[in-house]
């Protein structure tokens, strides 16, 4: 861990205060670019971080291994990765095994060995149904819960997560990731809100393919954890964004939501609203927040999720912290700040603040539901948008 005294902290205190930056893009043709823009936009948020933690998550980086399980892990110790190997080939098929490349990087002071695994699950000592996803969720909090010094961060298809502490082009420049390519990128700068900094807790939180990166404080973490353990998922990371990506994977993988539906239990109106709303309406959020009360999110937070061939930028409703969207041609942006944005796409066919609680979605080109939505209404086409 570095030196809280010497990150940009004159008060020598254990807890930093600053901000969050958060960016998305995504190529709505399935495109896939190199990190160089989304590491310029979150780097050009630098004030708003404070090097202690930084991370990015690119969706279509594996394409030549698309149909296997990319498990990055970090290791503490030799042990801890002899130990976690052992149980890796005890419990699915390696198909390749390697160490993350990395380069010397000034900034970045005593990072664990980071290893990444291309897997297909074992299914020699299973006698239950059970789709693949849920084996490898499941042996994911395995490892990380009973391997003392091993921390899976990354577990999904043809897409990775690479995090630490640092800022976040001091995090891209460690990884290389300028020579990667996906379609989807998103980017996270500074560290989780009350937590130590270490490594494994740092933004986007991930689970299969589904990750997060977050601005704000999620004062709801207890009650949204306690619910989420009930369904087998194990928090390990010891920060609040980490709910965030099981509660998705929850909602959406397992309980089969779209992720309208989502966003709408995250955050859904008040009880005063619901109730002036019309039969059908009130009816679906009262349901909502019944059955699904305990995954409301409380506190402000701004939120970029993503998947495979999908991303979305949301807020809390009155919007507590910032979220600026824009588009231009086949790609979409979420921001913390329109800078960001603009210093990577000077032209923009639309640039816009979100409505508080309304979800910006972004998908690929073919796939159900349209390419471009707001709070359910369609954002057409480039041609029929106002250019700024």
């Known amino acids: 861990m570095k030196d809280l005294s010497r990150v940009n902290n004159p008060y020598n205190d254990g807890k930093v205060i600053s901000q969050c930056s958060i960016f998305g893009m995504m190529d ?23 090097g202690l933690g930084g991370g990015f998550a690119v969706y279509g980086c594996y394409p030549e291994r698309a149909e296997d399980y990319a498990l990055h892990i970090m290791y503490e110790t030799r042990a801890s990765r002899q130990e976690t190997e052992a149980y890796l080939k005890k419990f699915f098929q390696v198909r390749h095994a390697e160490e993350v490349p990395t380069f010397p990087t000034e900034a970045i002071k005593n990072p664990p060995d980071i290893y990444r695994y291309f897997v297909q699950p074992s299914r020699d000592e299973i006698h239950e149904i059970i789709s693949d996803d849920d084996l490898v969720a499941r042996r994911v909090f395995r490892i990380n819960t009973s391997l003392d010094g091993a921390y899976v961060f990354s577990s999904g298809k043809d897409m990775g997560v690479f995090k630490g502490v640092g800022f976040p082009e001091e995090i891209a420049q460690f990884f290389g990731l300028k020579d990667y390519h996906g379609y989807i990128w998103t980017a996270h700068g500074r560290f989780p809100t009350n937590t130590r900094g270490w490594w494994g807790g740092a933004h986007p939180f991930s689970l299969l393919d589904w990750t997060v990166v977050h601005n704000g404080e999620i004062s ?18 010891h920060t609040d964004t980490e709910v965030v990506a099981y509660a998705v994977d929850l909602l959406a993988r397992k309980h089969k939501m779209p992720i309208e539906t989502v966003m709408d239990i995250f955050s859904p109106p008040v009880w005063e609203q619901i109730d002036r709303m019309e039969t059908e309406k009130r009816r679906y959020y009262e349901t909502l927040r019944n059955v699904y009360a305990p995954l ?30 824009g588009i231009r041609g086949d790609i979409v942006y979420a921001s913390s700040e329109e800078s960001a944005i603009r210093l ?25 539901g349209h390419e471009i939505v707001e709070g359910g209404k369609l954002l057409r086409s480039a041609e029929e948008l106002e250019v700024r």
């Open 28 to 50: 709505t043709s399935g495109k896939r670019h190199s990190g160089e823009r989304t590491i310029t936009a979150i780097a050009n948020m630098h004030e708003r971080g404070n």
């Open 220 to 237: 709801s973490y207890g009650a949204n954890r306690r619910f989420l353990e009930m369904y087998g998922y194990v928090c390990t990371m």
């Open 296 to 325: 409301l999110l409380n506190g402000p937070f701004a939120i970029i999720v993503a998947h495979h061939g999908e991303m979305v930028a949301h807020t809390d409703r009155i919007r507590l912290r910032p979220m600026v969207a």
């Open 344 to 368: 990577v796409s000077e032209k923009l066919d639309r640039v816009w603040i979100p409505v508080g609680g309304h979800p910006v979605i972004a998908r690929l080109k073919g796939t159900t």
